[in-house]
């Protein structure tokens, strides 16, 4: 008798319990269902993120003085993103640029872009650089105090994302498409793209002296390389 009892002990904790779905014939599998993403608005982090500009020696310009190339990042700005993962068309982006706040080839511009040691300028080259950069003819501090990209729409909801809006400096607001990669992890956005654009773009021509000096080559490379957290 103490050998059946075992037999029937075994076989009922081997069964189901009274209203447990066999998982065997749960045609849902147990798997739970994926809910819809939430649209959040995220503000862009100064300190975590790069926004920059590239300029570009005029290497077939022979002179006496050696030209470089040199990356200009966004020491400060503002940026606002809104963006759910399932619906792109809530998709907003809202980034401003002071220009007091550029800066030449800060700690980190030069290695993040791969260009050569060589290429360094010193502080005072620097605020000579920045200077000429403010000047009317170039982004004109004197009428215009910012740069700023406002979206219009975004396309794509998964890894790769392409986000049309304007792109506005020193007054002139030239329409643009710039592809990023974006991710989601938590409360955390993140995007990285660039574009390659030019001087006339904007009414501006490339930098320079005057004869028998380095030149500025007519593209700009703008990039970007955004991270943002969850209001």
Same mark, same amino acid.
């Given at each position: 008798?103490?050998?059946?009892?075992?037999?029937?002990?075994?076989?009922?904790?081997?069964?189901?319990?009274?209203?447990?779905?066999?998982?065997?014939?749960?045609?849902?599998?147990?798997?739970?269902?994926?809910?819809?993403?939430?649209?959040?608005?995220?503000?862009?982090?100064?300190?975590?993120?790069?926004?920059?500009?590239?300029?570009?020696?005029?290497?077939?310009?022979?002179?006496?003085?050696?030209?470089?190339?040199?990356?200009?990042?966004?020491?400060?700005?503002?940026?606002?993103?809104?963006?759910?993962?399932?619906?792109?068309?809530?998709?907003?982006?809202?980034?401003?640029?002071?220009?007091?706040?550029?800066?030449?080839?800060?700690?980190?511009?030069?290695?993040?872009?791969?260009?050569?040691?060589?290429?360094?300028?010193?502080?005072?080259?620097?605020?000579?650089?920045?200077?000429?950069?403010?000047?009317?003819?170039?982004?004109?501090?004197?009428?215009?105090?910012?740069?700023?990209?406002?979206?219009?729409?975004?396309?794509?909801?998964? +890894?790769?994302?392409?986000? #049309?809006?304007?792109?506005?400096?020193?007054?002139?607001?030239? /329409?643009? $498409?710039?592809?990023? @990669? *974006?991710?989601?992890?938590?409360?955390?956005?993140?995007?990285?793209?660039?574009?390659?654009?030019?001087?006339?773009?904007? +009414?501006?021509?490339?930098? #320079?002296?005057?004869?028998?000096?380095?030149?500025?080559?007519? /593209?700009? $490379?703008?990039?970007? @390389? *955004?991270?943002?957290?969850?209001?």
């Amino acid at each position: 008798m103490r050998t059946a009892w075992l037999v029937i002990a075994a076989t009922l904790a081997c069964a189901p319990a009274l209203g447990q779905d066999d998982p065997a014939t749960d045609p849902g599998g147990g798997a739970e269902e994926e809910l819809p993403a939430e649209t959040k608005t995220y503000a862009l982090s100064v300190s975590k993120s790069w926004i920059y500009v590239v300029i570009y020696n005029d290497n077939d310009r022979w002179t006496p003085i050696t030209g470089h190339d040199h990356g200009i990042r966004a020491t400060s700005f503002t940026g606002i993103v809104t963006w759910n993962a399932d619906d792109a068309s809530v998709c907003s982006v809202d980034i401003r640029v002071p220009y007091s706040g550029l800066r030449i080839d800060p700690p980190g511009m030069r290695e993040r872009l791969k260009f050569s040691a060589d290429g360094a300028i010193s502080d005072d080259q620097k605020k000579k650089v920045v200077g000429n950069m403010l000047t009317k003819g170039q982004l004109d501090q004197g009428s215009f105090s910012e740069a700023r990209f406002q979206s219009i729409s975004c396309s794509g909801t998964e +890894g790769k994302v392409d986000v #049309t809006g304007n792109l506005s400096v020193r007054g002139v607001a030239k /329409k643009i $498409t710039i592809q990023m @990669d *974006v991710g989601l992890d938590g409360d955390t956005f993140t995007a990285a793209g660039g574009i390659t654009l030019g001087h006339a773009d904007f +009414g501006m021509k490339p930098f #320079t002296y005057g004869p028998g000096t380095p030149k500025n080559q007519e /593209k700009l $490379t703008f990039g970007l @390389d *955004v991270v943002g957290t969850a209001n």
